[in-house]
Nanobody
């Protein structure tokens, strides 16, 4: 059974860094791109970063220059490197991995991770 496993969240002081991982567990799915979302306390879920299949990236204005989304084909995973963390970055981060079935027919698939908590403190 294929699913995405998220890891890397935790408690960090403002100004610190965390690296979130979103790895494919199980076989049959090749991740090609992803969206990272976050939901802060009392807030709606927002799209934070996107990695498209062609390798292009986009970010919400509030994280530009601080966050980097990337993919590791060998690990079949995507990452979100978060630097210079701020209090307002606190929330649960969700990965929506997009790709295709590894074997024929190579139809498009997407999966959600379980979420990982990021807490930024003073």
């Amino acid at each position: 059974q294929v699913h995405l496993e998220e890891s890397g969240g935790g408690l960090v002081e403002a100004g610190g860094s965390l690296r979130l991982s979103c790895a494919v567990a199980g076989s049959g799915f090749t991740i090609l791109g992803a969206d990272w979302y976050r939901q802060g306390p009392g807030k709606q879920r927002e799209l934070v970063a996107t990695l498209s299949r062609d390798g292009s990236t986009t970010y919400v204005d509030s994280v530009k220059g601080r966050f980097t989304i990337s993919r590791d084909n060998a690990q079949n995973a995507v990452y979100l490197q978060m630097n210079s963390l701020k209090l307002e970055d606190t929330g649960i981060y969700y990965c929506n991995g997009k790709g295709m079935r590894s074997t024929w027919p190579h139809r498009d698939l997407d999966y959600w991770g379980q979420g990982t908590q990021v807490t930024v403190s003073l």
